[in-house]
């Protein structure tokens, strides 16, 4: 029965176009992907820009010290939080990761970077210049670049840019003290420490335990 055949056919042609057409309704949504064209708004853009003046959650940086390092349009020379031993820590661990590389350990500009051929070898921090500069100054080298030195703003929040300002100005005071300045009781040179066993450079050395008699003469 050709005719049959016929019928059937074109049902089940029929069923799949409306089936797929119900399907269809769930497969293109009424949204518009990211980054879209719109021809709803006159930009063309699908994506709304907040509304001017909208600040998200968490971001509305009232402490404008603590984001800048600025008041008004000069470097301020304070911390915006107590300096404690734990900041500074986590300033040398900072330091020794993203700027050493090229200022070096101890801030003298030798870092292994510049002796690689980096275009131009840093300031020392220990010239009087960069010693006199105020700490919102260093916030603002880090937060802003200086010259072919790249920023560090995407990298380093805020906390340990400040973090880092303090640890550089402990390497500056490290590198200037003055006698008077060593607390008491404390000597300078400090003693070299006297080893029990000297290890074998795969394992730590062991240093003696501190007697009151003077070391190394009986020996
Ligand atoms: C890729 C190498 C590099 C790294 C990493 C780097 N610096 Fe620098 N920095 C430089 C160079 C080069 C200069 C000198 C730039 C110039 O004169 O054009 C400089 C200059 C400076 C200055 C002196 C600005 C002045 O007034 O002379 C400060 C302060 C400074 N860097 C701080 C930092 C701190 C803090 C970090 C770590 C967060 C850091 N730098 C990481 C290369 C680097």
Redesign the pocket.
């Known amino acids: 029965m050709p005719h049959l055949r016929k019928f059937s056919t074109v049902t089940i042609l029929l069923a799949t176009g409306l089936l797929s057409g119900c399907r269809l309704d769930m497969h293109i949504q009424p949204r518009v992907n990211p980054l879209a064209r719109s021809d709803f708004f006159t930009d063309q853009r699908s994506a709304r820009p907040p509304v001017e003046g909208t600040v998200a959650r968490g971001q509305l940086h009232e402490d404008t010290y603590f984001y800048t390092g600025k008041i008004g349009n000069s470097p301020g020379d304070y911390m915006p939080f107590p300096v404690t031993k734990d900041v500074l820590e986590r300033g040398r661990e900072?330091?020794n990761i993203?700027?050493a590389?090229?200022?070096s350990r101890v801030g003298d500009g030798n870092?292994f970077?510049?002796s690689r051929g980096?275009?131009?070898?840093?300031?020392s921090?220990h010239i009087q210049?960069?010693q006199k500069?105020p700490l919102g100054?260093?916030y603002d080298?880090?937060t802003n670049g200086?010259?072919?030195?790249?920023d560090?703003a995407s990298q380093?929040p805020p906390q340990d840019?400040w973090n880092?300002?303090a640890y550089?100005r402990a390497l500056q005071l490290s590198q200037n003290a003055s006698m008077a300045e060593v607390p008491a009781g404390q000597k300078i040179p400090s003693e070299p420490p006297s080893f029990r066993d000297l290890g074998t450079g795969a394992t730590s050395p062991v240093t003696a335990p501190k007697t009151d008699s003077k070391p190394e003469e009986e020996k």
Do not use: Q, T, W
């Open positions: 900072r330091y993203f700027c590389p090229c200022h870092g970077v510049p980096f275009a131009r070898k840093p300031p921090y210049r960069l500069a100054y260093f080298v880090i200086f010259g072919i030195m790249p560090y380093i840019r880092i300002v550089v």
